[in-house]
């Protein structure tokens, strides 16, 4: 029993340790540029002519929140449950920061108010809870 007991943390473990990757590298995709050009609210991913590509496509320079995971989970080669997982933990933080109520990631990312240091505050916030 000791052995599945153990087995089964070292799986747990390990798969908090691709969540924080996943949230890192999309994270670093939206920082990419430190003035916020590398997100974008709207759409999941642009090219360089702020025109909508899809988040795995190489052209594509900057960002939303879900398409920087999408292109995080697609370039680390995960499979859709640590993006799934990844999501819970950025929706958590993002959906309910600085007293918002969003239902989904989207919402939050594409609200008006919604700001790029609030973004990453919240990938910051993620990334800090998954590694728990």
């Not at 702020?50 to 929140?65: G, L, M, N, Y």
């Not at 933990?89 to 609200?111: S, T, W, Y």
């Not at 990453?120 to 993620?126: E, G, H, K, N, R």
Request: aromatic share 6%; proline share 5%; charged share 35%.
């Amino acid at each position: 029993m000791d052995n599945i007991n153990k087995a089964m943390r070292n799986q747990k473990r390990s798969e908090q340790r691709k969540v924080v990757r996943l949230l890192t590298k999309a994270r670093d995709l939206i920082t990419k540029d430190p003035s916020g050009r590398s997100w974008t609210k709207g759409e999941d991913a642009r090219d360089a002519r702020r025109q909508p590509v899809e988040p795995t496509d190489p052209k594509a320079k900057c960002f939303c929140s879900v398409g920087a995971m999408e292109r995080a989970r697609h370039d680390l080669g995960y499979d859709y449950d640590i993006k799934y997982r990844a999501s819970q933990r950025l929706e958590a933080v993002m959906c309910h920061q600085d007293g918002n109520k969003f239902e989904l990631i989207p919402d939050a990312n594409d609200h008006p108010r919604t700001t790029f240091p609030q973004v990453v505050m919240s990938f910051d916030l993620a990334i800090v809870g998954a590694g728990k």
